[in-house]
């Protein structure tokens, strides 16, 4: 079965502390996006990568980094410095840049 | 410009009902509109999307219509049912660009 496997489903973060979600992909697509959703709102772009080895930032990066070493893998990591992590992330992926893009299940992220 | 306005925010609708939702944008290169569903715990998944070369497109209960002039753009849900209570999401992007650009959702709900 294709698709996009992000986990853990729920993650807790204590103060200081920097977390990494997983975010793999088996639908040979070049693009990954990493999203941001708070209730109320829409999906707010964190940071894509349209090719391995390569990312850019999106609206919302301060506080966040992510890698592209493989092309079916894009994690990203919640630093210290995102005082405000507490959100649903939201991974996806699509053929190229500007294709449907397809999402994961998503992780909760909350504080201790 | 780069807004996509969604409303309404919520919707409740008797079963067989036709909801309808509606987003406004102000950017003229945008040429992709997708519509998306998203259950809760889930992520969003897309539903149906249209260029603005044409001005209507249905696939099976759910139609999208496009005004170009107006810059506007609906989703309406034929013979709804309690299964598609679920929230929506409209979004927009332009071929120079992959960045999506989401409204911020309809929580529909569709009562028996």
């Known amino acids: 079965d294709g698709g996009i496997t992000q986990s853990p489903k729920y993650l807790f973060r204590k103060e200081g502390q920097n977390v990494t979600l997983s975010c793999e992909q088996n639908l040979n697509h070049d693009a990954m996006y990493w999203y941001r959703q708070d209730p109320g709102q829409g999906l707010r772009l964190i940071y894509y990568?349209?090719?391995?080895?390569?990312?850019q930032k999106g609206d919302i990066a301060e506080g966040y980094s992510v890698s592209r070493e493989k092309k079916e893998s894009f994690p990203l990591t919640v630093t210290s410095a995102q005082k405000n992590p507490t959100a649903f992330y939201l991974c996806?992926?699509?053929?190229?840049?500007?294709?449907?893009?397809?999402f994961g299940d998503g992780t909760r992220l909350s504080i201790l | 410009q780069q807004q996509v306005k969604q409303s309404p925010q919520s919707l409740i609708v008797q079963k067989g009902g036709i909801p309808i939702i509606n987003c406004a944008y102000e950017?003229?290169?945008?040429?992709?509109f997708p519509w998306y569903q998203q259950f809760p715990g889930k992520g969003p998944a897309l539903l149906i999307a249209i260029r603005p070369d044409v001005s209507e497109k249905k696939e099976g209960r759910f139609t999208i219509s496009f005004n170009k002039s107006a810059k506007q753009f609906s989703l309406h849900i034929m013979d709804s049912q309690p299964g598609d209570s679920a929230t929506y999401f409209c979004a927009a992007s332009s071929g120079s660009n992959y960045q999506l650009i989401w409204g911020a959702g309809t929580k529909l709900i569709i009562k028996p």
């Open positions: 950017n003229t290169a945008f040429d992709y």
């Open positions: 996806a992926s699509s053929i190229q840049a500007s294709q449907p893009q397809h």
């Open positions: 990568s349209q090719i391995v080895n390569d990312f």
